[in-house]
């Protein structure tokens, strides 16, 4: 670790830095490059290889539609209609006309390469060409059979012959021309496999990429590769993605669709014989990268000892002042940023230097000022002492009652006069025991006048607020209600839990005049562009308490009595209710918040 630290200089830092900046633009350079060399040679090669696939797939069906025209000139011919159309109408067709169909059907197998024999059968599936007895019914399915009768004609490429795995199916069926093109028969095509084999390389690169012609149910018509495994063909069909893995290789996959046999063309080519040649750009980048993080260390050295230089001469100058006094330096470079460094440093000295000189008036004056604080806490003492002497005094006098107003006056005096070591912050069982030492000291000028009523659930004494909060309120309650009140008055303080459990309301209410809607909307709008009231005496303690309330808690300090409150959710606030003769009552909403919290 100390090895380590000796190292950590600035001129190593830059080094490094300058170092890991480089390498990581090259290697951002480098990925895009390949990346973007590598896709546009994946893509032509895509192209490339679709295009030859609808060339192959073009050859294949050339060959087909030649072999569906042959078999529509057997299915058309006269000789083969009144065969057909005797058999319909319930006359058999003898030995001889049997074997004289040879001569119309044979044209197919002499035109066509690969046919190793064309079948005839009647409308009940009974063969007529060739001369052995047999039934279509054995030799094909069912479903095959009714979609060539559904075809009406139109050839239908069976497939790979479960009977002879070596050969491929199709049929058609045959209409009576003179019969109103009613089913006639079917005719039967056999090719050999052989005929559909793919030996030479269409791409014209040798021969790497794997051609495979698929036919219903997955069956594997043709192949160039003989070894290829069968059971791979489903998921090559299915597969979404133009690369898929064969074993432990990846392949690009391209799908042809013929429309003549709904058969599928399939194209594997290997993705290393594709990017072959990115191997010779990675190796150009790679070199690149090497030869220029070699070259940019090599000249990093003189730059990063031309830039540190001038800052090891200040270091050096800095290290003096440990041996003597604050001295500036006199060096200049010629660098605009080392001048200013300079010229910083030899200002900083100029003022730790006279900052030396005042530490003394400081000390001075930070004496004087922690007289000036003792000073301020005998006034309150003074005042505490005086209360207590006249407590006593009545007492003897035996002035029980006055006692007891002088005993609340200097609680509710050394409640209010925070010291500098007094927090802020209060319970609400100490804020409502000030309220009730408030309510008697006015139950002295007001007498039966006054009357009050303070409930508050046990469970939140302990509730952390603001100190003197709820008095203005009071206050208010006292002052604006009951003294404009004829004949006693009351004032009411609840405390109840809000709605939305995590806030508590405190409501203050009085029985007086109230406000009219004027002067109620007057004390709103105040509330809400957070402006004093227009006069005295129109919720100026109101006013107080929304702003401490917007101190301490944030936000807005709570809603006026025009605003609203967001669904679902209580914010710290104030709102103000009243009616002309129905009194007013003030309500303040604050977090459950105890001393732990």
């Known amino acids: 670790m100390r090895r380590f630290r000796e190292w950590n200089t600035l001129r190593n830092q830059m080094l490094v830095g300058f170092l890991g900046v480089m390498i990581i633009i090259l290697c951002v350079v480098g990925v895009f490059t390949f990346d973007s060399v590598s896709r546009l040679l994946k893509n032509n090669a895509e192209k490339h290889i679709q295009q030859t ?11 087909l539609n030649q072999i569906d025209s042959l078999t529509t000139q057997v299915a058309t011919n006269a000789y083969v209609q009144k065969v057909l159309l005797n058999e319909q109408g319930g006359k058999p067709a003898t030995f001889a006309e049997r074997q004289a169909l040879l001569s119309s059907i044979k044209i197919v197998q002499t035109y066509a390469d690969g046919i190793t024999s064309v079948e005839l059968y009647s409308g009940d599936n009974r063969r007529l060409f060739p001369l052995d007895e047999g039934r279509l019914d054995k030799k094909v399915g069912q479903e095959w059979i009714a979609r060539a009768k559904e075809g009406k ?10 009977l002879e795995p070596n050969t491929v199916l199709a049929i058609r069926s045959v209409s009576l021309m003179d019969h109103w093109f ?9 090719m050999d496999r052989e005929a559909f084999r793919l030996s030479e390389s269409l791409s014209g690169d040798g021969g790497r990429e794997t051609m495979l012609v ?29 690369v898929v893995s064969i074993g432990k290789e990846k392949y690009m996959l391209v799908k042809q669709s013929s429309e003549v046999t709904g058969w599928i063309f399939l194209i594997l080519t290997p993705v290393s014989a594709i990017t072959e040649g990115i191997s010779v750009l990675r190796t150009a980048i790679l070199m690149s990268a090497g030869l220029g993080t070699l070259l940019f260390i090599v000249l990093s050295f003189p730059m990063s000892t031309i830039i540190t230089r001038p800052v090891f ?6 290290r003096g002042a440990r041996l003597g006094g604050l001295k500036p330096t006199t060096r200049i470079s010629s660098t605009i940023e080392i001048n200013e460094l300079n010229h910083t440093y030899n200002q900083m000295v100029e003022h730790m230097n006279e900052l030396i ?7 001075l004056i930070q004496s004087r000022t922690e007289l000036k604080a003792l000073q301020a806490q005998i006034h309150p003492h003074f005042l505490f002492n005086t209360l207590e002497a006249l407590y006593w005094s009545l007492q003897e006098k035996q002035e029980e009652e006055l006692a007891e107003y002088v005993i609340a006056m200097a609680d509710l005096f050394r409640y209010t006069i925070t010291g500098p070591n007094k927090e802020e912050w209060v319970t609400l069982g100490d804020e409502l025991e000030h309220i009730e030492r408030y309510l008697l000291i006015m139950k002295m000028r007001l007498g039966d006048r006054i009357a009050w009523s303070v409930s508050m659930p046990p469970a939140y004494a302990a509730v952390r607020m603001p100190k003197l909060l709820i008095q203005p309120l009071v206050e208010n309650a006292i002052l604006h209600g009951i003294e404009g009140r004829i004949g006693p008055g009351t004032v009411t303080i609840r405390v109840e839990p809000a709605g939305d459990g995590i806030h508590l309301g405190i409501s203050v209410e009085d029985d007086g005049r109230g406000m009219d809607e004027e002067t109620l909307r007057s004390v709103n709008r105040a509330l809400e562009s957070g402006q004093s009231p227009p006069s005295k ?4 303690g109101i006013f107080n308490v929304r702003q401490r309330l917007k101190l301490y808690y944030g936000r807005g300090g709570g809603r006026a009595g025009g605003e609203t409150e967001r669904p679902g959710r209580l914010e710290p606030g104030l709102s103000v209710s009243s009616g002309s003769g129905e009194g007013t009552r003030v309500m303040i909403t604050i977090p459950l918040r105890t001393g732990e919290e």
Not at 153 to 162: E, Q
Not at 231 to 237: C, E, H, R, S
Not at 357 to 363: D, T
Not at 537 to 540: K, Q, S, Y
């Open 53 to 63: 696939a609808v060339e192959a797939n073009g050859r294949l069906e050339a060959v």
């Open 153 to 162: 004609g139109r050839m239908v490429w069976i497939g790979k012959d479960p």
């Open 182 to 190: 009613t089913h006639g028969g079917y005719v039967l095509v056999r």
């Open 214 to 242: 698929v036919g219903p149910n997955y069956s594997l018509i043709a192949s160039s590769a003989p070894t290829f495994n069968a059971g791979a063909i489903q998921p090559l069909v299915e597969a979404e993605e133009t």
């Open 313 to 318: 001469k200040l270091i050096k100058t800095m």
């Open 357 to 363: 000189e005042l530490v003394y008036e400081k000390e």
């Open 537 to 540: 005496g129109t919720g100026m």
